[in-house]
């Protein structure tokens, strides 16, 4: 059974793993990466989808301003285990981190990504700023 839990401190290393295995090195040559530098996840708002104790699925908000005095948050990157795809995992993942950023007060979520994987996700994405 996968749940889905807030990231701890032990998560990092299979986190970082699973993100090398599905992206390779190229993940840090994207835009998103980029926009994530010199930022900090945001506080409680980062997730594991764990089966036992293995990784098998991440999603991690970031704090970003979207505009003077507009704090808004940035999405990613999520991954799910190869092994473990095609089993609403990612699904799962975005709906819990959506339903928890909207829980914090976050109106606004920016996200660079597939348009059609994405895109299902759009009407729970509220607008606006926090």
């Known amino acids: 059974m996968v749940t889905i839990r807030e990231e701890l401190k032990s998560d990092i290393a299979p986190r970082e793993a699973l993100l090398d295995a599905t992206f390779g090195d ?7 990466e980029r926009l994530r530098e010199n930022h900090l996840p945001a506080e409680k708002l980062s997730f594991i989808a764990a089966e ?8 991690r908000l970031w704090n970003i301003m979207a ?8 999405l990613g990157p999520l991954a799910v285990a190869s092994d473990r795809r095609n089993r609403g ?17 976050y ?24």
């Open 52 to 59: 036992a104790t293995r990784v098998v699925g991440t999603v």
């Open 89 to 105: 995992i990612g699904t799962r993942l975005m709906r819990h981190a959506l339903r928890e950023a909207r829980q914090c007060g």
């Open 26 to 32: 190229a993940r840090f040559d994207k835009a998103a």
């Open 67 to 74: 505009g003077p005095g507009h704090p808004a948050l940035l």
């Open 107 to 130: 109106r606004a979520i920016l996200l660079v990504g597939d348009t059609l994987y994405y895109g299902r996700f759009e009407p729970h994405i509220a607008r606006g700023a926090k």
